[in-house]
Nanobody
Framework: QVQLVESGGGSVQAGGSLRLSCRYY????????MGWFRQAPGKEREGVAT????????WYGDSVKGRFTTSQDNAKNTLYLQMNSLKPEDTAMYYC?????????????????WGQGTQVTVSS
């Protein structure tokens, strides 16, 4: 199975940027979908972005479309989430996820494997 470790979270003012990283280990060769989801206190899990590891095709949630970009560096076994124009409503714990199936349920944040998360706090 795959192991995932996120980093790069922190506190930033509205309008600022952060880049999250997710290093992945283990049985990575059959992973078909990777991505990000977030969860704020008292709110449901929200899918943020996915990437099809075979085609490179990406998907973004409506709330982040045009502001966030996910990318993958296979040489470094690392997934990134570049977050620009951050808003206070982006405040949440962000998780990196992976699955051995094509991206579908993962767009709702339903991954088979995920990391420990990294906190992002955006102040107004």
């Amino acid at each position: 199975q795959v192991q995932l470790v996120e980093s790069g979270g922190g506190s930033v003012q509205a309008g600022g940027s952060l880049r999250l990283s997710c290093r992945y280990y283990g049985y990575i060769y059959s992973i078909d979908c990777m991505g990000w989801f977030r969860q704020a206190p008292g709110k449901e899990r929200e899918g943020v972005a996915t990437i099809d590891t075979n085609s490179g095709s990406t998907w973004y949630g409506d709330s982040v479309k045009g502001r966030f970009t996910t990318s993958q560096d296979n040489a470094k076994n690392t997934l990134y989430l570049q977050m620009n124009s951050l808003k206070p409503e982006d405040t949440a714990m962000y998780y990196c996820g992976a699955d051995y199936t094509s991206c579908d349920a993962e767009k709702k944040g339903d991954f088979g494997y995920w990391g420990q998360g990294t906190q992002v706090t955006v102040s107004s």
